[in-house]
């Protein structure tokens, strides 16, 4: 049997960081369902369609990742997908306490599936889409961080030439 995971987010943008735990996910999961949250609601840079289509070009060389749009919960996602593996990401300390809550939250709502953390390369472990939208939209140079086309992408939302 295959053994597959979802990877959720928001993915505003895909950045290295991203794609390096999608990798590493890839050393212990045949299939990675990136799952790319519709935020009711929350404010982000990119709209669904952006973001997909950025993380589709990002993983296109590699097997076994599927892209997909989901709103609400990520443990019914995941049980419609019949996925048990929730795969996230752990930068720094400052992430572990919203990661932590979150993972025993959704274990409460679904006791069956499990999260599981994979640490990035350390030159992505200070990277967040966060503070790529603020350099980019000062102007900073990220093309350390993000694939070519997400970097024109975002200089063209900051009407940057
Ligand atoms: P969310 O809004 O759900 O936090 P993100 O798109 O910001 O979504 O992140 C999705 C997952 O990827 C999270 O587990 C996050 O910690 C992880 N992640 C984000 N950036 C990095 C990075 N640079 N290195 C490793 N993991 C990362």
Do not use: C, W
Not at 55 to 62: A, S
Not at 70 to 78: R, W
Not at 140 to 148: A, I, K, L, N, T
Request: net charge positive.
């Amino acid at each position: 049997m295959k053994k597959r995971a979802i990877y959720p987010g928001s993915f505003d943008p895909i950045t290295y960081g991203h794609l390096d735990i999608i990798e590493r996910g890839l050393l212990l999961f045949d299939e990675i369902i990136v799952a790319v949250a519709d935020l009711v609601g929350k404010e982000t840079l990119f709209d669904i369609e952006e973001r997909v289509r950025m993380v589709k070009r990002t993983t296109k060389n590699l097997k076994g990742i599927i892209v997909e749009p989901f709103d609400g919960l990520v443990v019914d996602f995941a049980s419609k997908n019949n996925i048990k593996i929730i795969l996230r990401g752990l930068r720094m300390i400052s992430d572990f306490e919203y990661e932590f809550q979150m993972a025993l939250t959704n274990r409460r709502l679904a006791p069956d599936i499990e999260t599981i953390f994979m640490m990035p390369n350390e030159k992505y472990s200070y990277i967040s889409s966060r503070l790529i939208k603020e350099a980019a939209s000062l102007g900073g140079d990220v093309s350390d961080f993000v694939p070519p086309y997400v970097r024109k992408a975002l200089m063209k939302k900051f009407k940057i030439t």
